[in-house]
């Protein structure tokens, strides 16, 4: 059963629009993670957070900013959608020093920017 | 440079035969590893882990291999079901798990029946 939730599932949205991706998980994790992922590429890390008010950038150069402002919330935003943000986007949440079975992932959001 | 490399992207296997999935890793420093499934349009799931001070760990159909020497893990299913068919991620920490995951690309395992 999910504990984290990503709205929206599917997005198509205009280039130069500004887009926000939603991420809400009820475990009361401290870390909380956003992942990029092109089809058959693997998982590149582009934020994550510790807790509240505690924001890094990832592996993964990105244009995208984030915020965490309550522990249940982590939303990522592009100010200026392009082609090149065309892809899917992985929420994840852990227990701050990981649980044995590491992060709990959201279902996901796939953005088309055309 | 990827540090964590799944060399096949894809894998065809018949029901009930063994499914074989590798993993290599570069980081000495890496000592907690995990495999995720992951169906289209889902999150990945937590499958199955290891940690360095095991070389084997078991889960029902589920089994992973891990040879530290070698910097190689490997996952096996057995015995494949069409409901495996999926993408596999392996995914690799440092410090117990203290340090971020770094994930592999994936392979894509095919059960036909």
């Known amino acids: 059963e999910a504990d984290i939730y990503q709205t929206p599932r599917y997005l198509v949205i205009g280039t130069g629009k500004k887009i926000t991706l939603e991420c809400s998980q009820t475990m009361g994790h401290d870390k909380m993670y956003w992942y990029q992922q092109d089809p058959g590429m693997e998982l590149h890390l582009i934020h994550y957070s510790y807790g509240v008010n505690s924001t890094e950038k990832g592996d993964l150069s990105s244009e995208s900013t984030v915020s965490r402002i309550r522990t249940e919330h982590f939303p990522l935003t592009l100010e200026s959608a392009r082609p090149s943000h065309t892809s899917q986007y992985l929420c994840?949440?852990?227990?701050?020093?990981?649980?044995?079975?590491?992060?709990?992932f959201g279902s996901g959001t796939r953005l088309t920017v055309v | 440079d990827q540090q964590v490399k799944q060399n096949s992207p894809s894998l065809s296997v018949q029901e009930g035969r063994i499914s074989i999935l590798n993993c290599d890793y570069t980081n000495s420093m890496f000592d907690y590893f995990l495999w995720y499934k992951k169906y289209p349009a889902e999150g990945p799931t937590f499958l199955i882990s290891i940690s360095s001070i095991k070389d084997k760990n078991e889960d029902g159909r589920f089994t992973v291999f891990l040879n530290k020497s070698a910097k190689h893990l490997s996952l096996h299913i057995v015995p494949s079901q069409p409901g495996d068919s999926a993408v596999y991620f392996c995914a690799a920490s440092g410090r117990n798990y203290g340090q971020n995951f770094v994930f592999g690309p994936g392979t894509r395992l095919s059960v036909l029946p």
């Open positions: 994840a949440s852990s227990e701050f020093q990981g649980p044995a079975g590491g992060y709990t």
